[in-house]
């Protein structure tokens, strides 16, 4: 089938009830945003097709946008609500932060930080085109140092591997925040969960083992250390 006639909203309600069926959405406005946000938009044009396999892709500067699967259960574990300020590390294509914004506007607002700048302006213009850049501003820079000029913030997502919880993006938490954050190895890791108390106190638990490309920077992985 050519592009023009391809029917990307079915293909998107396929992937959902797949992701549903499989116990991997399940939040009413989670599962809504992933019924909203075109993911066929946030892919190179020449993957578009492949835009509802549940695999990642690669958008260039050897980054991928994450599998669906894997964006929903980070979004399902990071648990956000309308109102909350966002912070994504790792803006990539945008997908992402879109699911976000959907879930947190009108009032709540998604920070999201990417060090490669044509990445930015793929993102920027992504979000754009599909009417989310009023709900998220990404920024070009380190990640790994979190975004202090905003913080705190209510949710903190990485998309990247980290090899230890930046004390930084902790630091950047509010207190009953909570944070989600491949960590691990170059090649393996677990996504941890991340909750902040009342009075600050932090506890750590492990979701699932996950595949991420690298968090690389200063409170991350080097970019020269293979
Ligand atoms: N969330 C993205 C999406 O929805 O498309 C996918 C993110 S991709 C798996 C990881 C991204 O993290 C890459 O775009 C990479 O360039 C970026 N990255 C790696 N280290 C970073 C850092 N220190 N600060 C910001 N972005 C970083």
Redesign the pocket.
Known sequence: MDAESRDYSAERRRLVESLIAEGILRTPEVIQAFLKVPREE?VPPELRDYAYDDR?LP?G?G????APHM?AIMTEELSPRRGDKVL??????????AILAEIVKPEGHVWT????RE?VEFARNNLRRVGYDRYVTVVH????LGLPEHAPYDRIIV??AAPSIPESLVKQLKPRGRMVIPVGGRYYQVLKIVNKDESGNIKVSNSVPCI??????RN?FSEYEF
């Open positions: 946030f990642p958008i500067y980054q991928t946008i994450s964006v994504e590390v790792g803006t990539g294509s945008g997908y992402q932060a930080i990417e060090r490669v990445l820079g380190d990640g790994s998309t990247a991420f490309v690298p968090l690389i920077g991350g």
